[in-house]
């Protein structure tokens, strides 16, 4: 009995939390397959924590971010709301629209940190095997 009502409970929760209406109305990230070497003198930056490097490709350029170390994170630079035709800044682990003043976190997805805001900045799959970086969106 107590796992048919766990089932039930389960079920319920899964069915309130997978509303992702808004989410389908974000703009979604190009095809990327980028690899790049960490010993390119553009990225003597993003290898120290805490570090990035700003490179080309996605839509407006790309975020680099160097989380711990050994951890490393990439997102797209175009606004969310795709209405600046600048690619966003960022400054203390914050990615920022420079028309709309929406700031992104990168230590939490993307997500938006200015109330009003659904959609998250673009992130996309980083892979590091030794000092090659392969950041992709597949």
Excluded: H
């Excluded at 509303?19 to 703009?27: E, F, G, H």
């Amino acid at each position: 009995m107590l796992k048919k009502i766990f089932f039930l409970l389960s079920i319920c929760l899964f069915v309130n939390c997978s509303d992702t209406t808004n989410l389908a109305n974000c703009i979604q990230s190009l095809p990327l397959n980028l690899a790049t070497d960490l010993n390119n003198p553009a990225l003597i930056n993003a290898q120290t924590p805490g570090g990035f490097a700003l490179l080309s490709g996605g839509n407006k350029g790309i975020l680099l971010f160097n989380k711990n170390g050994s951890e490393f994170v990439a997102f797209d630079r175009l606004c969310p709301t795709n209405d600046c035709t600048t690619a966003m800044t960022f400054n203390n682990r914050v990615l920022q629209c420079t028309c709309d003043e929406s700031k992104y976190s990168v230590d939490f997805g993307g997500a938006p940190q200015t109330e009003g805001f659904q959609c998250p900045a673009i992130e996309y799959k980083v892979t590091k095997i030794g000092t090659t970086i392969r950041i992709s969106n597949f």
